[in-house]
């Protein structure tokens, strides 16, 4: 279907009623679609159908009918999290129904160029991070996807002078055919979400797609340090820019000086310096000044660079909104000091990588709240960061029982699993309390779950509001 010119009078399914979902319904309508909507929650758990139902759309709750996708259906728009396994989206691809995501629909309409920013970790910090800058450097950003405003809502309001920031999922980019970023921008690359994806190769073919359709035109900004992303340079067509943290970039790109070695401090200065494609260097930034903790998040400050500095933004105007930013609430936000003990909220590290990230970023010794959603991982990536970071274990969620083995494992003697079959919430005050217990003036509680959070809570923003609250009352 050539997007949006053979909308009218189409027949299009939007599947799931997410706040994305009922964003693209709207548009399709407006565009003359005749759109239905299906959601197999139940009615009363769907407050946005009547509204959608008062525009005139369809709305089909409380499961998949039978029929509800037939040859006259051209288009099927599913919302990222359904799997391609669910029957009407198995019954699309029988009949040979393109099938898409929100993405797809709005790349189509978007007037402005757009940044699609992807990773295993970092996508959200990184693509706030943009924004900041390139409201500094005045370059017009609008901020959506992942990140809050559905990307159709946002794409019908921008104009050739904005940039449109996005951030991106392997969900979204998956169910892609034509998207193509104006500035690509891949983070790094962990094994995680195989629960959807299946295998780790079809997790990367589904990053990958962020490249597959750019010409020479555009620009791909990769992780030179991270080795999946270097495996995909062959099939780039876009021109490079790369970042890297370890190595001196000979090329255009961006880079610590001097570089770091892996897993030695060894207290040099360093500065976070451009190399444009003339060979000239520009420093832009002295790396202590940058506010946010870690090297990862050195990481998502060469990333945002490389993207600013590809969309025109002058080097000099990159340093203040790189001290000034503060970070992103659940990734690694600092919440408040008891009794001489600091309190982390790191509920956004939903896989072992980001939790090794944030532990890696913490000098002080560590109380670790994990645990959460089984997905078949056996957690072991942990056990070198246990050794040499924490201090005590906490485990909750399905995965206790695998958190508590890798600390056992690890040589760690105060691992406490916490009972988390009751209510939730209460689950994770009985874990922050025993934490408060295990740790003494000058240690850190860090909430790090290293797994997703939808066996006790709604969402990680739920999981991470809670251990908020309950830390500001001890």
Same mark, same amino acid.
């Given at each position: 279907?050539?997007?949006?010119?053979?909308?009218?009078?189409?027949?299009?399914?939007?599947?799931?009623?997410?706040?994305?979902?009922?964003?693209?319904?709207?548009?399709?309508?407006?565009?003359?679609?005749?759109?239905?909507?299906?959601?197999?929650?139940?009615? =009363? =758990?769907?407050?946005?159908?009547?509204?959608?139902?008062?525009?005139?759309?369809?709305?089909?709750?409380?499961?998949?009918?039978?029929?509800?996708?037939?040859?006259?259906?051209?288009?099927?728009?599913?919302?990222?999290?359904?799997?391609?396994?669910?029957?009407?989206?198995?019954?699309?691809?029988?009949?040979?129904?393109?099938?898409?995501?929100?993405?797809?629909?709005?790349?189509?309409?978007?007037?402005?160029?757009?940044?699609?920013?992807?990773?295993?970790?970092?996508?959200?910090?990184?693509?706030?991070?943009?924004?900041?800058?390139?409201?500094?450097?005045?370059?017009?950003?609008?901020?959506?996807?992942?990140?809050?405003?559905?990307?159709?809502?946002?794409?019908?309001?921008?104009?050739?002078?904005?940039?449109?920031?996005?951030?991106?999922?392997?969900?979204?980019?998956?169910?892609?055919?034509?998207?193509?970023?104006?500035?690509?921008?891949?983070?790094?690359?962990?094994?995680?979400? @195989?629960?959807?994806?299946?295998?780790?190769?079809?997790?990367?073919?589904?990053?990958?797609?962020?490249?597959?359709?750019?010409?020479?035109?555009?620009?791909?900004?990769?992780?030179?340090?991270?080795?999946?992303?270097?495996?995909?340079?062959?099939?780039?067509?876009?021109? @490079?820019?790369?970042?890297?943290?370890?190595?001196?970039?000979?090329?255009?790109?961006?880079?610590?000086?001097?570089?770091?070695?892996?897993?030695?401090?060894?207290?040099?200065?360093?500065?976070?310096?451009?190399?444009?494609?003339?060979?000239?260097?520009?420093?832009?930034?002295?790396?202590?000044?940058?506010?946010?903790?870690?090297?990862?998040?050195?990481?998502?400050?060469?990333?945002?660079?490389?993207?600013?500095?590809?969309?025109?933004?002058?080097?000099?105007?990159?340093?203040?909104?790189?001290?000034?930013?503060?970070?992103?609430?659940?990734?690694?936000?600092?919440?408040?000091?008891?009794?001489?003990?600091?309190?982390?909220?790191?509920?956004?590290?939903?896989?072992?990588?980001?939790?090794?990230?944030?532990?890696?970023?913490?000098?002080?010794?560590?109380?670790?709240?994990?645990?959460?959603?089984?997905?078949?991982?056996?957690?072991?990536?942990?056990?070198?960061?246990?050794?040499?970071?924490?201090?005590?274990?906490?485990?909750?969620?399905?995965?206790?029982?695998?958190?508590?083995?890798?600390?056992? @494992?690890?040589?760690?003697?105060?691992?406490?699993?916490?009972?988390?079959?009751?209510?939730?919430?209460?689950? @994770?005050?009985?874990?922050?309390?025993?934490?408060?217990?295990?740790?003494?003036?000058?240690?850190?509680?860090?909430?790090?779950?290293?797994?997703?959070?939808?066996?006790?809570?709604?969402?990680?923003?739920?999981?991470?509001?809670?251990?908020?609250?309950?830390?500001?009352?001890?």
């Amino acid at each position: 279907m050539n997007h949006p010119e053979e909308y009218r009078g189409q027949q299009v399914v939007v599947l799931g009623l997410a706040k994305s979902g009922v964003q693209v319904a709207k548009t399709l309508h407006r565009h003359g679609a005749i759109v239905t909507v299906n959601d197999r929650k139940e009615r =009363q =758990q769907c407050p946005e159908a009547s509204e959608l139902e008062a525009l005139g759309i369809s709305v089909v709750c409380g499961g998949h009918p039978e029929g509800l996708i037939h040859p006259e259906v051209q288009l099927v728009v599913k919302n990222p999290g359904i799997p391609y396994s669910a029957p009407p989206v198995a019954k699309a691809l029988e009949l040979g129904i393109e099938i898409v995501t929100e993405v797809e629909v709005a790349y189509h309409l978007c007037r402005a160029p757009i940044i699609g920013i992807t990773g295993s970790n970092g996508k959200t910090t990184t693509t706030t991070w943009v924004g900041k800058i390139f409201e500094a450097a005045g370059l017009n950003p609008i901020v959506a996807g992942n990140i809050g405003t559905p990307l159709c809502e946002a794409a019908e309001h921008a104009e050739p002078h904005n940039w449109m920031v996005v951030e991106l999922s392997s969900f979204q980019l998956k169910g892609t055919q034509e998207f193509s970023p104006k500035i690509s921008c891949l983070l790094n690359i962990a094994e995680t979400h @195989l629960d959807y994806h299946g295998t780790l190769e079809d997790y990367i073919s589904s990053k990958a797609k962020l490249f597959a359709c750019q010409s020479e035109s555009d620009t791909a900004v990769i992780n030179w340090d991270d080795p999946v992303c270097r495996q995909l340079v062959p099939y780039i067509k876009a021109r @490079l820019m790369p970042f890297s943290m370890t190595e001196e970039l000979q090329s255009e790109g961006v880079f610590v000086q001097p570089s770091f070695i892996p897993d030695v401090e060894d207290g040099l200065k360093r500065t976070l310096v451009y190399r444009n494609a003339l060979g000239q260097l520009h420093t832009i930034v002295e790396v202590d000044e940058i506010a946010l903790p870690g090297r990862f998040n050195l990481e998502n400050a060469l990333a945002a660079i490389a993207v600013s500095l590809a969309a025109g933004a002058a080097p000099e105007a990159l340093a203040e909104p790189l001290r000034s930013f503060r970070g992103v609430e659940h990734r690694l936000e600092y919440v408040d000091v008891k009794e001489g003990v600091t309190y982390y909220n790191n509920s956004k590290a939903t896989n072992s990588k980001a939790t090794t990230m944030a532990l890696g970023a913490i000098s002080a010794p560590i109380v670790l709240i994990a645990g959460g959603l089984d997905r078949g991982s056996d957690y072991m990536e942990l056990l070198p960061v246990f050794k040499d970071r924490v201090k005590a274990v906490v485990a909750i969620g399905e995965t206790k029982e695998k958190i508590g083995h890798v600390a056992t @494992l690890a040589g760690l003697t105060d691992i406490k699993l916490v009972d988390t079959r009751d209510n939730a919430a209460e689950s @994770l005050r009985s874990a922050i309390i025993e934490a408060a217990r295990l740790a003494k003036a000058g240690d850190v509680v860090l909430l790090s779950p290293a797994c997703a959070s939808w066996d006790m809570f709604a969402s990680y923003e739920e999981r991470g509001r809670i251990f908020k609250e309950v830390v500001h009352t001890l």
